[in-house]
């Protein structure tokens, strides 16, 4: 399991987001407080768009906390969209094609959760994917074929749609092969102006997500750090765990549900597989 | 493409093989003289026959002129069949999955080539890899894809029969995808008793591969290094290309052959792919 | 701080140490009970005497729980006498030179601890080791350097008297500069006949230290493990923390001893520094 | 050896240095065609002044050809002043710590050449290094040492003549240890706003250092590079080797000079070591 955080607003230093918070996404790498591992040593992404159309990824199999280069890049590197994330390995290779997030195109994607059994459905479900698309997987993880199938079934035009169909797919796949739980997830997907955000599991006990309430609340959250005081009114964050202790300041995402944020508005909508059959 | 060795005879230390010679692989990985790149610096192998059933593999994205702890396991470790390479890549990630040799049970497999246009045959072939066998494979390279190919037909009872299947299957896939010359390999494949060599491709224009002529070759190529003076006389090197300068030493393998060693004998076969139609 | 074992006696793989053991210090890296820090992530190091004079050693700064290198290494490589060390950096960088154990001819070194200020005290502490041996040095630690000054006041002759007049140059140096409490540590070398473990801090609050009781504890401390139950009775464990929970199997060091272990014979003296003035 | 480059104008990618021209700096990690190695695959560190007052680096000990995090990030920094230096190591170890180019505040540093016998010289060297800045050093290398000594005697203040103090401390040490020829060097340093150049050596035959002639130059010199064509006029170069084969481009830096580059203005000066006695 993971941690992530996916950030949009007025553009900030990464080390605004990953650093400096008292319960950093760094510091999660090192002590996470709802995380099913308190460890997330196994990998580190990071995804920002600057200047151009495709955003920027930096992708690391040390430990969070040693990496000097992201402590640098995080120092220089400005972005008013930006998606982090730290890995627990659920035992894929730890190696910077398993890192998320993931991209293709302006497309950003990340995972925290796990197809259960993937090493039995994993064949059927790469059978699934768009032979077009096939060929730039290039890591072995859940996640990463995760994200071609919701390509695969229109991520670019219907985001909430395609990952429907995904996680429909992956639950009749798991289920024919006598999976009880196939799919444990929070998702965050981009394409560089909206964030898509889920929340599901076939338990229907998913891991943890929250958002910020608002930008009020981010300054509040970061008293210390002038940066943030200057924040656009519409900035918003979305993440597997507070970033800190302040009450109030986060809300929990429920259950099953698809959270849209853009600009400053934020929709909460109903989630739900889309089943073949 | 790369470069590997394949010896077996008395235990050696892996530093009289790696290290020691003038030409050696570790020699070879900055400046090959006979590789399609001078450099191989894109991943090292080696695997290694010990106590156990089943060889240990060291796996390494260092280069292999950099790395430590391959001078001090070479320096430590024994065995009487080793099989080693060095990496260039011809576009997959540089990581450890990627890197030869591969690994099955007892079984060991390094290759120097490629499968041409890899990205568009890669789905036809992963199709054809044993659903059983298919979550085994780790990485994204074409060499390992071709060893899961060789096991799927059959490499633990047939070797040879085996890999002129799967050698077949490439060729046609690649011939209905339009590829003119789909396969260019040296691969070595062993079960930790007999070493089968193969040379071949599609456009019949090898890679080289030599052997060496029998131990006595093996003293004289090595004149300061004793341990090698008390090596059996079976003992046999395969290689990409040779060693030293020593004329006489080497014997190349010729185009479209599989050498089988087993003890001091050496057999040579022609080899040609088995096409299913 | 750090987590560390020293193990002689009869010949066993390295992985019936480093990851059989219910609380092995392949754990410990991610869950270690009685150290400052519950992660030892920053690096490991592991040194074995094999068929050489020179013990091999094995360094890596990926956590240990990732190193498949580490696991092929262990599943192949037995000595009997094993030195092995987790890292949890106290500030100096994460790369292979800053890893334990440190090697110098046949001897090896590892501690758990820190020199307080060090960055005060270095350059005094440098200007005091040997000219001869300075340049060997390799990293940027404390500990390293720690090594180097036992081995400038004669550990190859004197292990204790050596260590004792280290020691007492930290501890002078730190006061000079008004560092109230220099040093904290506890210490294994080892020459590979015999093993000399220190526990000791100038303010008389040491970090753990253990000792197996015997033989017959550590194959009831590793009922599963057919190997230990072969072992000499002359095996011995000295551990920062215990390896599993078993009541009765360990034995703390006192504060401010040096133990003996040569064989299966064991001695413990009272150890102070020596100071010059 | 090593190869280098130092950027100084209108703010550009780094990937408009590092990778577009013909013979980039990533190129020449695999093919130098004027240094003493030819392959440069040792470490790769590029710094770069940003929006902060203290400038970015980043550091790595993957060989430049393959580092794709360097490729994100040379694709999303942009900078008006730019080092970068790939690395070929006279013997300490690869690791991040020992990558050029070396940062002191807003200082860098960047060396190809060598200390001669720096092992011998090492500890004296050490001694002359400002205690108050000695603690700062991270590294193993004769490079970063150099640095330390030129801050010590004052390179934020009189960079020419602290460089020269330095050298001429290096010449004088190096020959009180019967080392002919201490030291070998092109050297770049800059405090963000002017670069110094220096190209020197005891024996009088210095590595190749390079000027380009003019922005005009640049432009011919990437005729496929716009952004290139949108620099300021007073867009500068200074490498070890050309970056692409157009005659008229490049001039070479004669021996014994220091090259002083501030805006559109170069300088060339005599240089030679300032002996104490």
Redesign the interface.
């Known amino acids: 399991m993971c941690r992530w955080l996916a950030y949009s607003g007025s553009p900030v230093l990464l080390e605004d987001l990953l650093y400096k918070p008292e319960n950093s996404l760094v510091v999660q790498s090192?002590h996470s407080r709802l995380g099913v591992e308190t460890?997330n040593?196994?990998g580190f992404g990071v995804g920002?768009y600057?200047?151009?159309e495709t955003p920027?990824?930096?992708?690391?199999?040390?430990?969070a906390?040693?990496d000097?280069?992201l402590q640098?890049?995080s120092?220089?590197?400005?972005a008013g969209r930006v998606f982090a994330h730290i890995r627990a390995?659920t035992g894929?290779?730890?190696?910077?094609?398993n890192c998320h997030p993931f991209r293709h195109g302006r497309w950003l994607w990340m995972h925290n959760g796990a197809i259960a059994d993937f090493?039995?459905l994993?064949?059927d479900l790469?059978?699934a994917v768009d032979?077009a698309l096939?060929?730039e997987?290039?890591?072995?993880t859940d996640s990463e074929l995760f994200f071609f199938l919701a390509l695969t079934f229109g991520l670019e035009e219907d985001p909430p749609g395609a990952v429907a169909r995904a996680v429909g797919l992956i639950e009749e796949t798991g289920r024919r092969h006598g999976v009880q739980y196939p799919i444990q997830m929070t998702v965050a997907t981009t394409d560089g102006t909206t964030t898509w955000a889920f929340r599901y599991s076939s338990e229907g006990r998913s891991r943890s997500l929250f958002r910020s309430t608002d930008v009020s609340t981010l300054r509040i959250q970061y008293p210390d750090n002038p940066v943030l005081h200057k924040l656009s009114e519409d900035a918003r964050l979305v993440v597997s765990e507070p970033l800190g202790d302040l009450h109030g300041a986060w809300r929990e995402v429920p259950e099953s549900t698809c959270l849209v944020v853009q600009g400053g508005s934020e929709e909460l909508h109903g989630f739900s597989p889309t089943h073949a059959r």
Request: hydrophobic share 35%.
């Open positions: 090192r460890i040593g196994d920002w600057g200047a151009l920027g990824i930096y992708h690391s199999t040390e430990p906390w040693n000097r280069n640098e890049l120092a220089h590197a400005a390995s894929t290779a730890v190696q910077q094609t090493k039995l994993k064949r790469i059978l032979p096939y060929t997987i290039e890591g072995s």
